[in-house]
């Protein structure tokens, strides 16, 4: 992996957070800092809080303690919505596209918060709404050609293979412009070819998009190869956190993962 400045300031810093359902505890005190320009790597067991954490960094739950900086400011006073503006942008573990629009739609969807345009000013055909229209559009085509998408622009989302669909929301996450990309489980339902792909494709795009990459994945090859940081949650609890050397070596995570020390 190419060398490259890891800024040694956090850009997003999970500090004591504490999620509860009903009498259980899905997150407990969870603490850890994801240096700007690295790739974190979020693993752990089934069950483990893993995507309950992401949904408080998305701002979809709303822990019970604790709190979420991006930048150094909490984000934990703003809605749902602002977190793309702000700067994250997001996959999901189970596909969140449109499947009856085409890859170009559902890539330019990423990037309506850019535009000013609303439904009048599109229907009426004013020139400045036209002319944004037509560069949100070349950024969505050159993202699809970015992620070898071209040749099925125009396809319905439904009708494209899962690792291909995996990419178009890839897509559109980016069309967002983030700072810092949340992955979801991208490696679910993909073929040891298509993994292999996916690797490449996180490496290229944090070195040539500059982003900030938090991995959440159960394939623990993907996590070990791209990540330089690996924080681990086990029950709701961090038990770990580190370069990917000492997260394989460190007792509890091979406890979490073999029932064994």
């Not at 359902?21 to 005190?29: M, R, V, W």
């Not at 702000?86 to 990423?110: D, E, H, I």
Request: net charge neutral.
């Amino acid at each position: 992996m190419k060398q490259r400045e890891i800024h040694k300031f956090p850009l997003l810093s999970v500090s004591d957070v504490t999620v509860r359902f009903g009498g259980i505890t899905a997150l407990d005190k969870v603490s850890f800092e994801i240096s700007k320009g690295s790739i974190c790597g979020l693993i752990g067991p089934n069950g483990a809080g893993k995507t309950t954490l992401f949904n408080c960094m998305s701002r979809i739950y709303d822990p019970d303690r604790g709190d979420i900086f991006f930048e150094g400011q909490s984000i934990l006073s703003l809605p749902t919505y602002k977190m793309s503006s702000l700067g994250m942008g997001r996959t999901f573990q189970n596909l969140a596209l449109f499947p009856t629009m085409s890859v170009l739609n559902n890539v330019m969807t990423g990037g309506h918060h850019y535009t000013k345009s609303d439904y009048l000013s599109n229907a009426l055909g004013l020139s400045w709404a036209r002319k944004e229209n037509r560069q949100a559009r070349e950024a969505a085509m050159n993202l699809i050609d970015y992620l070898d998408l071209s040749p099925m622009m125009h396809s319905r989302v439904s009708t494209l293979p899962f690792g291909t669909q995996k990419r178009v929301e890839l897509a559109r996450a980016l069309a967002s412009r983030p700072k810092i990309l949340l992955l979801d489980e991208p490696a679910g339902g993909l073929n040891h070819d298509e993994i292999e792909e996916l690797k490449e494709l996180i490496l290229k795009i944090r070195e040539k998009l500059n982003l900030t990459i938090l991995l959440v994945e159960h394939h623990m090859n993907l996590v070990m190869q791209v990540s330089e940081q690996v924080a681990v949650l086990n029950f709701g609890k961090k038990i770990a956190d580190g370069t990917p050397t000492q997260i394989q070596r460190h007792p509890e995570v091979i406890e979490a993962y073999l029932g064994t020390g």
